[in-house]
């Protein structure tokens, strides 16, 4: 009972992921070839959304849920970092279909195959656990 809510959000981003067609593989791919403006208004409404979200966070000094202040920090802007991590992130994005959000939402959807897409991605992530002190940071 106690992560009943987070189960009821995850239905609910699932439905609107749904819904909104983000998580079909055509809609991708017409992304990743300049053929429609849809995922990139999806993704427009998401950052601007992320970006307020973050604003009133500040602004209110917003506490998580075990009470302990939100706190934000500097990172470091490496160019470097965020052309290889998109790149890497993109190609499999592009590849697969799908980025993690919808990954999930098209094994719930009954794409089973998504399922060999979760399993390389969790490697993916440990494997990038196991490198990140190698990695430009």
Request: hydrophobic share 50%; net charge positive; proline share 4%.
């Amino acid at each position: 009972m106690k992560f009943l809510k987070y189960l009821l959000v995850g239905v609910v981003f699932g439905i609107v992921m749904a819904k909104s067609e983000a998580i079909s593989w055509y809609r991708i791919q017409e992304m990743f070839r300049f053929q429609a403006f849809h995922m990139y208004g999806i993704i427009g409404t998401a950052v601007t959304l992320g970006v307020i979200g973050v604003a009133l966070i500040k602004k209110f000094k917003v506490r998580d849920v075990e009470g302990n202040p939100i706190q934000f920090f500097p990172k470091n802007m490496s160019v470097a970092r965020y052309l290889i991590g998109g790149i890497i992130f993109g190609l499999g994005w592009a590849l697969s279909g799908a980025c993690p959000g919808p990954m999930v939402v098209n094994i719930g959807y009954g794409f089973i195959s998504f399922g060999i897409v979760l399993v390389f991605a969790t490697i993916g992530t440990y494997l990038y656990g196991v490198l990140q002190s190698k990695l430009p940071h």
